[in-house]
């Protein structure tokens, strides 16, 4: 379902790139295989490597993307801080993203994905709304310590009256596995039941990349299909 990658961490920057090619080479791999698995991917920036180092690769994930299978989302040029940047660096974010998308791909993100930042600027509704965002994922403020944060699937209004659908999936993670206990929690954790009854489940190899894998994948075929389990689909 989902790819967290992030840019610069435990590793050296040339490496970075080489995991862009690493983990959605097996990516369109599984999707040879698997014709209903879908793959979400956000940051322009390293779609731009991947154009640049890796054309084969990178026009494999176009033809996909035509398909409704490879999903760019987040519409910025990278998954920033939500806390620090000024009004005018998220709205340079946005430009720079939704033009790449835009060109590379016929169109903007509609859905703003910053699952792995620690909080949000209450000007980021207004700007998302401006640059033709209509959702919100993140998931970061589960791991708060002392607030628990009361809903998973709300309206979030910014300083401007502005707002957009947000949604914190209720699994408390962006690297899920798929197993069965996984499923169950999505659905127990759900805090907004009655009212919305329906969350994401984020799973693949994250921070570094790498994505789902065959296993995944092939535990998320079989939990569909199982008496007493929640019901879960492979969406896009």
């Known amino acids: 379902m989902c790819d967290l990658f992030v840019l610069a961490w435990l590793w050296p920057y040339a490496e970075t790139r080489r995991k862009c090619a690493r983990s959605w080479s097996s990516v369109v791999r599984l999707m040879e295989r698997y014709p209903e698995f879908t793959f979400t991917c956000s940051q322009a920036q390293l779609l731009q490597w991947v154009k640049e180092d890796y054309p084969v690769l990178y026009s494999k994930i176009k033809l996909h993307a035509a398909e409704g299978r490879f999903i760019p989302v987040g519409g910025t040029w ?82 401007d009256g502005s707002t957009v ?6 699994g408390d993670s962006y690297a899920m596995n798929g197993t069965v206990s996984e499923v169950i929690k999505c659905a127990e954790n759900n805090k907004d039941q009655g009212r919305a009854d329906i969350s994401m489940m984020l799973y693949g190899y994250g921070d570094g990349g790498g994505g789902p894998t065959e296993d995944m994948l092939e535990r998320i075929d079989r939990v569909k299909n199982i008496d007493g389990i929640p019901r879960f689909d492979s969406i896009s």
């Open 165 to 170: 659908l947000a949604h914190f999936p209720s």
């Open 78 to 159: 990278v998954e920033m801080d939500g806390n620090l940047p000024s009004g005018e660096s998220f709205i340079r974010q946005f430009v720079l993203g939704q033009r790449f998308f835009e060109k590379e791909f016929g169109s903007k993100c509609k859905v703003f994905w910053l699952p792995d930042t620690f909080g949000y600027s209450a000007q980021l509704p207004q700007i998302m709304r401006l640059a033709g965002i209509e959702c919100f994922l993140s998931q970061k403020l589960s791991w708060n310590l002392v607030n628990t944060f009361p809903h998973n699937s709300f309206w979030w209004q910014g300083i």
